[in-house]
């Protein structure tokens, strides 16, 4: 049997240790996930032989906290095939219920382009080619990770 002090240490540990649980359970509550549109996209001069792009992101906070990124990573796909990627950690705190504009450079996977390509050649399409955009927004290492995705048609004039 154990003695009374011991037990009474176990109880507080538990006690505790439930407390610690139940706040980071009601940390998130009534957060919503920011809205991530694209706003601009331009080519930019190339670096070498490898094209790059420049990205504008409309990031929307539609919480009663700032959001505070530590990073950004992306993907935009087109028909399936990943075509840009990127990262940044030079990012703006966007304030509660506020909104920023972010510039991001991404560069070209050659490989996933040409395949895009020849996919593009082998099934022709008139009513244009589908994309997704796949963002994780870091919040920092005391936030879970914010996964924010958009899906589109972009005309097949501009192919």
Do not use: W
Not at 101 to 120: E, G, P, T
Not at 139 to 144: A, D, E, L, T, V
């Amino acid at each position: 049997m154990m003695p009374g002090y011991i037990r009474t240490y176990i109880f507080l540990i538990i006690f505790t240790a439930l407390l610690v649980l139940q706040g980071c359970a009601g940390f998130q509550a009534g957060y919503d996930a920011p809205a991530v549109n694209i706003f601009s996209f331009k080519a930019l001069p190339a670096n070498g032989s490898v094209p790059r792009f420049e990205i504008g992101l409309h990031i929307v906070n539609p919480n009663r906290s700032p959001l505070k990124l530590e990073g950004v990573a992306y993907t935009i796909s087109i028909r399936d095939h990943k075509i840009l990627t990127g990262v940044s950690n030079d990012l703006p705190v966007i304030d509660a219920y506020g909104e920023a504009k972010v510039r991001l450079q991404a560069n070209v996977s050659i490989f996933n382009s040409l395949a895009f390509f020849a996919d593009l050649a082998r099934n022709k399409t008139t009513n244009g080619v589908s994309y997704r955009l796949d963002v994780k927004l870091d919040p920092g290492k005391y936030h879970p990770v914010i996964r924010v995705s958009e899906t589109g048609t972009l005309p097949f004039d501009n192919f």
